[in-house]
């Protein structure tokens, strides 16, 4: 990349510039598009010129406010399909924004990075949000001081294999209603409410790579009933594998009875609860921290 050939090139007066886009998605798939009448090879990725996708202005400001703007194009299967779209591959995608000289695309300079948000679909075209780098400021950081766990099963802080064999299971799925409930045979060596609060993934089909959260973990007869919280938005066939893995609750009981993991616990059990933050000093009523129940006592 040459950015001081770009800016030579514009100060001249008479320019050959255009705009690219790049989408890399979180399942690794990488598009590239621009807005000029051929396709382009822009920082290692092929732009294309049929897709029909084109940009507002930027808006940039100074400081931590967020960059926004919007991205506009026609579905196609060949670009962007409706059917991603909907199944979620493209949320939270990464984008960068190219301006290129298209007589000698070597030379760009990026204009934005960030990520998608928000996308609406009118008819044969969407619409996408593009939200810059300080949006991620816009996240709550810290810990935050509860009673129940804070961490994620399975991650650095929680410290748990999930890998080991009780806690997660693969299995061909028999019946899928809706992409939200699903019901599967040769599952009944788990207790019910096992994997409730657990990841579903779906390992192959058209749905390969999507992930759900699970609701309800029930054995009904012959069958294993597990239902999501929100459906998977893409087709799932009778026979395709999904891996479901065990799901926690939060609290101390599942983290020392289910799991073992007590010493990397990440919740406070012992804070006063609200009762007792919201009350004052009466003689001959306890006042230990713990909640009242009744007519005062402990």
Known sequence: MTREALFSHLETGSTSV?????????????LGF?????????????????????ARALQQTTGLSVDNTEA?????ASAIAEDDLVAGRFDRAEVVAYLVNWANPQDFLIQFR????????????????LRGLTDLLNRPHGMAYTPGCSAVLGDSRCRFD????????????????????????NFATFDD???????????NG??????????????????????????????????????????CDKTTVTCRAKFANFLNFR??????????????????RPNGGARRVGGGGV
């Open 206 to 247: 058209a749905a390969a790579g999507l992930i759900g959260v699970v609701k309800i973990d029930r054995q009904e007869g012959e069958l294993r009933r597990v239902e999501l919280w929100q459906s998977i938005r893409a087709d799932i066939q009778p026979g395709n594998t999904v891996r479901i893995q065990a799901g």
């Open 162 to 185: 999930l890998g080991q064999p009780g806690y997660f299971v693969e299995v061909a799925v028999d019946s899928a209603e809706e992409g939200r409930v699903f019901r599967i045979r």
């Open 267 to 284: 919740g406070f059990p012992h804070i006063p609860g609200e009762d007792w933050l919201a009350s004052y000093p009466v003689p001959g």
């Open 18 to 30: 255009c705009r690219s886009w790049v989408i890399r998605r979180r399942d690794g798939v990488v």
């Open 34 to 54: 621009t807005d000029h009448d051929r396709d382009l090879v822009v920082d290692g990725v092929t732009c294309r010129a049929d897709t029909g996708m084109t």
């Open 193 to 203: 409410r096992w994997f409730e609060g657990g990841r579903l993934e779906v390992i």
């Open 72 to 76: 506009f194009g026609a579905l196609s």
């Open 114 to 129: 960030g990520n998608l948000g928000e996308i609406s679909r009118v008819g044969g075209s969407f619409k996408a949000e």
